[in-house]
C-alpha cells in the first residue's frame, strides 16, 4: 500500500535527526511503494581540502517512526544493513571512486564513506544498489554557495518504474579552499606544495647546470 508523506510526518523525521543534519540535504523517495527519508551531506562540515570527510547518509522510513524494531529497521524507523547492499560513487567531472558504505557506531540506519577532497570543486555522491530487493540509483550533489536555504520541492519526479522522488529541500556544501580556513597564516594544499616544490626543483636543477657549465669554462680558460 502506497502512503504518501505529510507534513507531520516529515516534521517528525527531521525532529528525529541531530542538528548536523539540518545543513544536509533530504529527500523522501517511494521505493516499491514504501516512502524512504534520505539525509545526505558531508561529514565534519565546512569541508576544507586535504581534510578528512566523508559522505553521511541516513535512511529512514516514513511513517514508520512510533513502530518497534524488527528485521528490518530499528525503533523510529531508521532501516539497517544497507551496508550490504548499496555503494557509493564520488563523481567530480569526469573523475569518479567508488567507495564501501560503513556504518556509524551506535546510529541504526547511519552510514559513512570517509575520503579526503584534494580540490575545490563539486560532489556528486551517487548511492547505488538495491533497498529491499529494489534497485536504486539516487544521487546527490553539493551546493557550491554552501549551506543555502533550497527551496521545497514536492514535485513527483520518476527514478525508474519502482522508484519516484516526492520530496527535497536543503543542501550540503561543497569542498572550500585551505586556505579560507588557515590561521593564523593562510594553508597552502599539499597539491600547491608539490607545485612549488616542483617549482624549487627546477630551479634548483637550472642552477646546478649553470654552476656545471661555469666550472667547464673555467678548467677550459686555464687549459688555453
Known amino acids: 500500500m502506497k502512503r504518501f508523506i505529510t507534513g507531520g510526518a516529515l516534521a517528525a523525521l527531521v525532529a528525529l535527526l541531530p542538528a548536523s543534519a539540518l545543513a544536509h540535504e533530504h529527500q523522501i523517495f517511494e521505493i516499491n511503494g514504501e516512502e ?53 560513487e564520488l563523481i567530480a567531472g569526469d573523475q569518479r571512486k567508488i567507495l564501501p558504505l560503513g556504518t556509524v557506531y551506535n546510529t541504526p540506519g547511519s552510514y559513512k564513506a570517509p575520503f579526503y ?41 520518476p527514478i525508474s518504474d519502482k522508484v519516484f522522488r516526492t520530496h527535497k529541500s536543503g543542501a550540503f556544501g561543497c569542498p572550500t579552499e585551505k586556505a579560507d580556513m588557515g590561521f593564523p597564516e593562510p594553508s597552502a594544499s599539499v597539491i600547491e606544495l608539490q607545485d612549488e616544490a616542483g617549482s624549487s626543483a627546477v630551479v634548483s636543477y637550472g642552477a646546478g647546470v649553470i654552476a656545471i657549465l661555469a666550472l667547464l669554462l673555467g678548467f677550459t680558460r686555464r687549459r688555453s
Do not use: W
Open 36 to 88: 524512504y527519508g534520505f539525509v545526505v551531506g558531508s561529514l565534519n562540515e565546512p569541508v576544507t581540502v586535504d581534510d578528512k570527510t566523508g559522505v553521511d547518509l541516513r535512511v529512514t522510513l516514513v511513517g514508520h517512526e512510533g513502530m518497534p524494531a524488527n528485521d528490518h529497521h530499528a525503533a523510529g524507523g531508521a532501516v539497517m544493513g544497507l551496508q550490504d547492499t548499496l555503494k557509493v
Open 117 to 157: 577532497p584534494t580540490v575545490a570543486t563539486t560532489l556528486t555522491y551517487r548511492v547505488f544498489g538495491e533497498i529491499d530487493g529494489t534497485p536504486v540509483d539516487l544521487s546527490f550533489t553539493c551546493n557550491p554557495a554552501g549551506h543555502a536555504v533550497a527551496p521545497e520541492d514536492k514535485t513527483r519526479v
